[in-house]
């Protein structure tokens, strides 16, 4: 058990360190940027980071190992624990993050949603159970990595006018949602609900409880992002650092009060 908590928690201090350096390369890159920005973009990079290290490492498990669709269940693997723990250590250090920078008032959905995964994966290497489960939920990351790639170039574009590139980009991530987020959820829930006779049922009453946040979660992300992408009719949007969440800005609320107030006051002296 302790050496599951040293490798938690050398991931996450290792990604605090790479937040650190990506803020130091920012503010010297991009000197004109705000504060906010600067965090913002650095976040992302370490957010990205997780997201192509625990899809990478999902993808190999599950083309490598049918053996995690066969037995969702029963199957146990003791490499594929260090997936887990990776992606526990990273949303430890997440919800650190936040309450370091005084935003987790302002980020309930990604704390409920941090604290099932942490709990999940808490349940699954304890038990040794489930191991096929947690590895189908994981392929989320696959499309994670585009979510936060498309949220870092429109940080730095910020209009509706973009290369093509960021095009393909946006197009690629609106249909990794469907693939890797949606269909996988949706998968393990008619897995959970139907097929299986295995799982306890309080364990899977929380699974469910689990999965059904998560499809909300997914689904309130989709919606968001065809909104502010340019999708089912809807026209693309020029975002800004306030704006590039799909979820919605995290700063505190007396920091949106006084952006707020200084932008009247340049409106009004326009206005003048």
Not at 36 to 60: E, M, P, Q
Not at 143 to 161: C, D
Request: aromatic share 12%; net charge neutral; hydrophobic share 45%.
């Amino acid at each position: 058990m302790m050496d599951k908590l040293l490798v938690c928690g050398v991931v996450s201090a290792a990604l605090r360190g790479e937040y650190l350096l990506a803020r130091t390369i920012v503010r010297q890159k991009q000197p004109e940027w705000s504060d906010n920005k600067t965090r913002l973009f650095a976040v992302r990079v370490v957010s990205f980071t997780h997201a192509l290290v625990s899809a990478l490492g999902c993808i190999f498990s599950l083309l490598t190992d049918i053996n995690y669709i066969r037995e969702p269940y029963d199957y146990h693997k003791a490499n594929a624990e260090y997936v887990f723990l990776f992606s526990m250590g990273y949303f430890i250090y997440d919800l650190l993050d936040m309450y370091i920078h005084g935003e987790l008032e302002s980020s309930k959905e990604y704390l409920i949603h941090h604290s099932l995964v942490i709990t999940a994966f808490s349940i699954i290497l304890l038990s040794g159970r489930l191991f096929g489960l947690a590895m189908i939920a994981l392929l989320v990351e696959v499309q994670t990595v585009f979510l936060h790639l498309r949220t870092m170039v429109r940080l730095i574009y910020g209009s509706k006018h973009m290369p093509g590139f960021v095009d393909v980009l946006i197009n690629a991530n609106m249909i990794c949602l469907f693939l890797f987020r949606h269909l996988p959820v949706c998968f393990l829930l008619f897995y959970l609900l139907v097929k299986d006779v295995k799982v306890p049922i309080l364990l899977k009453m929380f699974l469910v409880f689990g999965l059904s946040f998560l499809e909300y979660h997914n689904t309130h992300l989709t919606m968001a992002v065809a909104k502010s992408d340019g999708f089912f009719g809807h026209e693309r949007q020029a975002l800004d650092e306030d704006s590039c969440d799909p979820l919605g800005s995290v700063k505190k609320e007396e920091e949106k009060t006084e952006k707020s107030g200084k932008s009247s006051v340049r409106t009004a002296k326009k206005i003048d």
